[in-house]
């Protein structure tokens, strides 16, 4: 059973920083990208942060140059690290993973989510 795991969330002034962690345990294959995306209230879920298994990495407008994305893939483990958090960047954040499967010469992948970790920002 593939299960996803992420922490790291809680309250901060803002302008303050937060890190948050995902662990990806049970996959059967190759992670090939994580994700983080975040969810506020009212609000349509948005991919914030993405990078995949060769470390190349994306961001939303909204966080570029504030958050940054890395991962541990011996340890199936992705970060982000937001920085100079604000109202706007509330939210409960999930954890996305692409789990590749070799099959028959061709990869099938398998997606799962976290559960969700909440950030909160008080001005």
């Known amino acids: 059973q593939v299960q996803v795991v992420e922490s790291g969330g809680g309250l901060v002034h803002a302008g303050g920083s937060l890190r948050l962690s995902c662990t990806a345990s049970?996959?059967?294959?190759?992670?090939?990208?994580m994700d983080w995306y975040r969810q506020a209230p009212g609000k349509q879920r948005e991919k914030v942060a993405h990078?995949?298994?060769?470390?190349?990495?994306r961001y939303s407008d909204s966080v570029k140059g504030r958050f940054t994305i890395s991962s541990d893939n011996a340890r199936n483990t992705v970060y982000l690290r937001m920085n100079h958090l604000n109202s706007e960047d509330a939210a409960v954040y999930y954890c996305?993973?692409?789990?590749?499967?070799?099959?028959?010469?061709?990869?099938?992948?398998?997606?799962?989510w976290g559960q969700g970790t909440q950030v909160t920002v008080s001005s």
């Open positions: 996305h993973v692409d789990d590749a499967v070799r099959r028959s010469g061709s990869y099938e992948v398998n997606s799962y």
């Open positions: 049970g996959i059967i294959g190759t992670i090939s990208a």
């Open positions: 990078i995949n298994k060769e470390g190349n990495t």
